[in-house]
């Protein structure tokens, strides 16, 4: 939690520095490709001039089926259709290019990487179907059928991505301890045999060696 809200934090101050407010729930845009395109509104009508969503001359970052990422007066937005194509779920601005995917026919994940190690890696997800997003995860590394797989200081968290209290372990324990010496020593956490196991990759003791080893999921 506190490595989340230093994150977090890091983030708002440097939107701060730049003139640009935060947005902390969900923009009511419609998609750069409606056929109507004087109907796109601004994000947010009290933000300061240059911050504002600006439709006539935003960029079309990327654009898909299911989302479309857009840049306008150097900041970001994102946008998540439903199933006829309308916004289901959009945000901005963003500071950093976010990373937009699809994970399933109605699953999103969405990440923006603040820096260059995991740790720096936040993002959350959004069913499409039942219009929910997930809470914000940092050093996210896998997901498989609805959980998500996640570093946390000295072990790995799996768990339901929107309801913990469905499914939630953590791994802490391995073949070998953890290396002291690096400040991530998970390098890798995939879902294997179809979510039922996880295989896990790190460096061990003082020689910088890699271990992998797969752990059965309760």
Known sequence: MKKETALYSFALILLLLSGCSVSTSPLELVPLSASTPESLLSAKPSEPAGCTFDAENAETI??????EIARSNSAYYFFIFDEHHEVAYSDGPLFKLPRVSMVDDDLVLFT???????????????DIEKDVPSRVFTSIYDQSNGRVAYYDPGK??????????????????????L????????????????????????????????????????
């Open 62 to 67: 990327e654009a898909t089926e299911h989302y």
């Open 156 to 177: 790995v968290v799996v768990r339901d991505i929107f309801d913990r209290t469905k499914y939630y372990v953590e791994i802490s324990s391995f073949k070998e301890p």
């Open 112 to 126: 923006v990487q603040a820096g260059a190690s995991l740790g720096t890696r936040w993002g959350y997800y959004y």
């Open 179 to 218: 290396s002291e010496i690096v400040i991530e020593p998970i390098t890798s956490v995939v879902f294997i045999n179809d979510g039922a196991d996880i295989e896990i990759t790190y460096f061990t003791g003082n020689d910088y060696r890699k271990v992998t080893e797969t752990i059965a999921l309760p």
